[in-house]
């Protein structure tokens, strides 16, 4: 039987029985979700359970720091059903990409995410949107628990909650976020060695391809929009990874007078993953539910089945449509 919404006092209860727990990320995997996997598979092994952790993408380079980010397995050979397969900061089944498969051969399933829309697609559903990241969900779970948050996983939370909020600069920060992040900093982690890690050191193929992006940028609606694209040959001349797209985005979006930005980019079978970022009171969620995508009022994405060219040029002509809508 599908439970709608749960509270965390029925998650712990239900965190207690199963011995094997498969915790699964999300496709494209970005800070939220890698470290609320990694903070919740720390805490449930402490517990004496055998979790293992899957993610269909490798996650970016700048999450190397982050102690168990080796131990994320794309798939595995369906054999023996998992006690409980655990969801984590997906909006809906198509996120776990071809990890849904280990979800659907569990005997059962939770869902913990933090996005408005979220399918509740789990027997077991526990969805805040009021958070600014599922690794608050996850830290009030620890919290919880009989143990005590060890330094790992808080630098795997803090890192889940920095980089949904922003550094703390998005609308879906409250204090709640800082109250948090203060009980992690006391659990005695380095806040300006994961600083570093995530926002200050980049590979020199990361900023060939930014050169690339920043080159193809281009202002639409009287300078309101602004879109940069990237396709697969800059990709593979700047001798980048896909990763080393992450927040590429934020450039378009922090050009002064420009209230959308766009960034898209070329996947390997030619279609298009277009990543939206706004200001003030756009809605890009809305805008990428245009596309079959989503996320978050200032923060979404979608998988565009068309070129590049294509897709820029329907986005465009939907934000031009429905501006107002979204606004």
Partial sequence: MREMNMTI??????????VRIAVIAHI?????????????????RAEGKSVSLFCQDTPSATLGFLYGLTDFKGEER??????LAIAVDCSD???????????????HTMNIDHHPGNACFAEANYVDPKTSATGEIIYRIAVRMPGPIGKHAAEALYTA????SGRFSFSNTTSDTYRIAAELVDCGINVEEI??????????ERIRLLSKALGSLALYEDGKVALMTISRKDLLEAGAKDSDTESIVNYAKNIVGVKLGIFLREMPDGTTKASFRSKGDMDVNRLAGLFGGGGHKKASGANI???LT???????AEFHTRYKELV
């Fill in 9 to 18: 006092d029925t998650i712990l209860s239900l965190l207690k029985e199963p």
């Fill in 78 to 83: 369906i054999g023996q059903p998992y006690d």
């Fill in 310 to 316: 294509v897709a820029r040029d329907e986005i465009l």
């Fill in 195 to 204: 600083n570093d890690f995530l926002y200050q050191s980049f590979r020199v």
């Fill in 305 to 307: 089945a068309a070129s």
């Fill in 28 to 44: 494209l995997p970005d800070g939220d979700t890698i470290g609320s996997c990694l903070a919740l598979a720390d805490m449930l």
């Fill in 93 to 107: 089944m198509e996120r776990m990409g071809i990890c849904s498969a280990t979800f659907h051969n569990s005997r």
């Fill in 161 to 164: 909650i920095s980089t949904d």
